[in-house]
């Protein structure tokens, strides 16, 4: 098979197996493993082919990878903002379920169809989303 992609294409593809191979560190073994060697292969080829300077062989870990600084650039514009991401995701989520469950039980909230009950979550999230936008952890308080 012969693929051909431009240099913003492959430079993509790069940062895109970067990313997989990041995330699916925490993940599954096999995944991981499949992306990783996926990320060398490309990035070897990018080596021979001298297409772009940032990628590297480090002989210590006896693996192709890019510049410190350009992985410092993509953790920045990727990864960072996907943990910020789904770290605020997650904590609407939670909040709202808590939310949910005080609010209707949880009799009744598994009693519930799905639609209903994912646009009660929803409902409920959006409140915590509106707040977290406009202030932060701000307003989050631990009450005992």
Do not use: N
């Amino acid at each position: 098979m012969d693929i051909k992609f431009t240099k913003d294409q492959l430079e993509t593809l790069a940062k895109a197996l970067f990313v997989a191979s990041w995330i699916g560190e925490s993940g599954d073994e096999d995944a991981a493993e499949a992306f990783h060697e996926l990320e060398q292969h490309v990035l070897k080829a990018i080596h021979e082919q001298k297409t772009f300077p940032w990628v590297e062989y480090d002989a210590e870990l006896e693996q192709f990878c890019a510049s410190d600084e350009v992985e410092d650039q993509w953790v920045e514009d990727f990864i960072e903002a996907h943990d910020d991401e789904h770290f605020w995701q997650t904590l609407e989520m939670q909040l709202a379920q808590r939310d949910l469950l005080e609010e209707f039980g949880e009799a009744t909230l598994e009693s519930m169809d799905s639609a209903e009950r994912m646009d009660k979550l929803h409902e409920a999230s959006v409140k915590y989303s509106e707040v977290f936008a406009e202030e932060g952890i701000v307003k989050l308080k631990l009450v005992k």
